[in-house]
DNA sequence: TACAATAATTGACCGTGGTCATAATTATTA
DNA sequence: TAATAATTATGACCACGGTCAATTATTGTA
């Protein structure tokens, strides 16, 4: 029997990606061309194709990443106990989203699951923020008469929401976290938000 | 002066804009080329782009004028009075934006508006749908602790959000529109979710 | 009607993501 | 070590959206 895969192949595919990472570092996720990749990781055009689907599965691996990032982050300093901190524990992480465009629309198209027990790197991410903000939800001082992951998947459609309004001309990151503020005071506090 | 736009040209984008809408109608949105579109409607490649900044903006026209179809309809038998008639009212709408992964993409990508005072068709039909929705709200029995506009907002982010849950092999459409529910029981009428 | 000015159209060309038959490399077996 | 099988890599090629300098059609003016 053969090994699955060898290790030229295991070293190829960490070239494709480190090489990818640092052109994203350099010039922004909507610039990366999958030609300049492989020309500079010297490998054939059908080479990176041979690791990776297409493009979009590239940039899921290292936007996953980076999201599971700001969420050890968000984590770190334990629960958020109102909105207000619910609110600014998640801001690093929606503006992260939203510093370009194209960042959000992947994360948009590859936020549910493809297939059942195959979750992509962002949907996985997906679910992470829901069990993180549930946590947070159960312990903190919000209301009690629906389940915590119901409430944490509205305060995800809520951050969608406000992230894809802030991609108007009109709307800056400020009034972005603001609005964000507005949903939550009503989806999370109902009695107080009179 | 000379006329701004000639007849010629008119009758040129409204030959582009038939036989795009013939192609969709025949092969989903999904499958429309703009070379196809071209050759069929007679003209130069040059031209459609002539006449439409990308793809994408004759997709926005098409789609925005089948859902404001769709509005119509929504809108049609008065007001919807509580959480199931919204939920009912809107599913021929929701069920539209989720025939074709490409739809729900296309309609993401322009719900927010471009520039102050230049929405697209498509965000145009959001706005409609909020003013549509909050119109129900008002009028109907649902928490008065916060403006309707808002409970709206809210309303349209539940939607896109059990819209793009739906997009899991594992949820299907009847699965999309419960979960909707389970939203907006929670969201408009928080008193009795308990 | 001739001429100038503007609008509309053309199609060769390009950028870029993605494919696939073939070749090269690596591991297994005899 | 030679023969064989499986894995990995190659790069010419394609699909398709989009560009632009050049051409043609239309309209206003002398």
């Not at 948009?108 to 679910?127: C, M, N, W």
């Not at 903190?140 to 915590?148: A, I, L, M, Q, T």
Request: aromatic share 8%; proline share 2%; with cysteine.
């Amino acid at each position: 029997m053969l090994k699955q895969t060898q290790k030229r192949s295991i070293e190829t595919r960490a070239k494709l990606l480190r090489v990818a990472t640092e052109a994203i570092a350099a010039n922004g996720h909507g610039a990366l061309r999958v030609e300049e990749v492989v020309k500079n990781a010297g490998v054939a055009k059908g080479t990176f194709f041979a690791h990776f689907k297409d493009k979009d599965a590239l940039m899921e691996l290292i936007i996953g990443a980076q999201i599971d990032e700001y969420l050890d982050a968000a984590e770190e300093p334990g629960c958020a106990k109102n909105v207000d901190e619910l609110v600014s524990r998640m801001r690093p992480l929606m503006d992260f989203m939203t510093r370009e465009r194209y960042i959000f629309d992947v994360i948009v198209r590859h936020s549910g699951a493809a297939v059942k027990e195959e979750l992509g790197p962002i949907a996985q991410t997906f679910e992470r923020t829901i069990e993180i903000v549930a946590g947070w939800i159960a312990a903190g001082d919000f209301r009690k008469d629906v389940s915590e992951v119901l409430l944490a998947e509205g305060v995800q459609a809520f951050a969608v929401q406000a992230m894809a309004l802030h991609f108007c001309a009109i709307n800056n990151q400020e009034e972005m976290h603001l609005r964000f503020k507005s949903y939550l005071d009503a989806w999370l506090n109902p009695a107080l938000a009179s």
